[in-house]
């Protein structure tokens, strides 16, 4: 389910675009297959969705019942805060957003009512419980039963949060209780980290996919070597073998790198 206005990124800089995740930012557009890097003047008009843009007014006609859609394509349509499908307890809110220089994502948007309460989707509230109609969605008694309580078996240390995935957040474990909600600091340079839960450590943004909300560069069909940044940052270079991403290496001072060379030249 693809539906996209035509998007245009104004450039206020010059920088490189072209990433589906640019159209996403600005307009809440979906774009699908990554698009070429391209590289525009300051000032500039650069369509970014040409490929995606042949259904125009389709936002219309799309049918009233979201049920279909993942909640990223919901909040992109519609925003606002809406139940979870299955589970009574949870919501998604659209305006939850941790990472404000990229594209909000769903995982983020995921948000646990306090038990024992539960989301009423006439006033769009977490609400006592006895005045919610949960209908289809399931109705957790039990607190244990709701995501933030973690009462299951969870090694000691730091663990993914249970309910905010790919955010800031995680947790401390000690035998089996949730001792410590806290966030991840931000890197070096400022900027957020996220919670990586496979890696199960904070990483800056660029080691998170995009998918999650990151802007790890894609090396996933590239052969192995050296590549633009993706930001037109042209004093470093992304380093991508096997098929995965190895890091951002950063030219010496002054040089910027060549890709035909695949150097840092002066
Ligand atoms: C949704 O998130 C926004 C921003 O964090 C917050 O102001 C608002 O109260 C939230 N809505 C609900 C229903 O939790």
Redesign the pocket.
């Known amino acids: 389910m693809r539906s996209s206005e035509r998007p245009t990124v104004r450039a206020t800089s010059s920088v490189c675009l072209g990433r589906p995740w640019i159209c996403r930012l600005v307009l809440l557009a979906l774009c699908s297959a990554p698009a070429p890097i391209v590289c525009v003047p300051k000032g500039s008009i650069y369509d970014d969705c040409k490929k995606t843009t042949d259904r125009s007014g389709s936002k219309t006609t799309v049918s009233p019942d979201r049920g279909h859609l993942s909640p990223e394509e919901r909040c992109n349509l519609d925003g606002g ?1 809406f139940p979870h499908p299955t589970e009574c307890q949870v ?1 998604y ?1 659209c ?3 941790y990472t404000p220089e990229i594209p909000r994502f769903f995982e983020q948007h995921l ?1 646990e009512c306090p038990y024992p309460q539960l989301f009423n989707t006439e006033t ?3 609400d006592h419980f006895e005045n919610v109609k949960c209908g289809t969605r399931t109705e957790f008694k039990n607190g244990c039963q709701y995501k933030s309580n973690m009462c299951g078996s969870k090694r000691d240390g730091i663990n993914v949060h249970p309910v905010k995935l790919w955010s800031p957040f995680y947790v401390v474990c000690y035998k089996e209780r949730t001792v410590k909600e806290d966030r991840c600091q931000v890197d070096e340079n400022g900027r957020t980290q996220l919670f990586h839960p496979e890696k199960n450590e904070c990483v800056s943004l660029d080691m998170i996919p995009r998918a999650h909300g990151g802007i790890m560069p894609e090396c996933g069909t590239k052969v192995d070597g050296f590549y633009l940044d993706d930001f037109g940052r042209c004093d470093r270079y992304v380093h991508c073998q096997g098929g995965k991403y190895i890091g951002t290496i950063k030219c010496a001072v002054g040089e910027a790198f060549d890709v035909h060379k695949q150097i840092c030249v002066s």
């Open positions: 805060v919501f809110n305006s939850v957003r948000v769009k509230q977490c």
